[in-house]
C-alpha cells in the first residue's frame, strides 16, 4: 500500500536557506537590517574572543611566545581592528538592549489587529525615537573609543 500521489498545482520552494536566508530578504524594512547586522556582530564577537582566548593562552607556552604573540598584535592595522571590534561590541551591545526592550512591549503601545496591510513596527513614534536614540549613543560611545585608541596611538 502505497501514498496517494497529490497533484500540485503551486511550485513550493525549499525553505532551507539557512545563513543565505538572512540576506536574502534584506529588501524589506530598516528592521531586518538591525537583525542581520546584530547576527553579524554577534559572530564576529565570538571570533574575537576565540583569537582573544588564543592570544592570551598563549602566555602558557612561556614569556618569549608571549612577547612574540604581543609583537605581531601590536601594530596599527590591529588597532583598527580592534576598533571595528569595539564598534561591533557598541552596536550588539545597544541593539541588544532595543530588542529587549521591544520584547518586553516597552514603547510599542497597544497591540492592534493584524489586519492588512501591517503595520510596522519602527514607522510607529517610540520605536523610532528608541532607534534615534541608540543611534546617538552608540555614535557618542564610539568616539570616546576612538579618541581612547587615538591617544594609544599618539603615546
Known sequence: MGFAKRDRKYKTRNNMTGTL???????????RYLFFLHRVTG?????YLILHIIVTSSRMYGESTYRLTESVIKNP?????????????????????????N?????????TKPVYPYREVLKTRRPRLLLLLMIV?????????????LLVWVI
Open 21 to 31: 536566508g538572512w540576506i536574502g530578504h534584506l529588501r524589506m524594512n530598516m528592521e
Open 43 to 47: 559572530i564576529g564577537l565570538v571570533a
Open 103 to 111: 520584547e518586553y512591549g516597552f514603547l510599542l503601545g497597544k497591540p
Open 137 to 149: 549613543i552608540g555614535i557618542i560611545l564610539l568616539l570616546i573609543v576612538g579618541y581612547e585608541l
Open 77 to 101: 592595522y590591529a588597532d583598527i581592528g580592534l576598533f571595528i571590534v569595539m564598534a561591533g561590541l557598541i552596536f550588539h551591545g545597544v541593539n541588544g538592549i532595543r530588542l529587549i526592550l
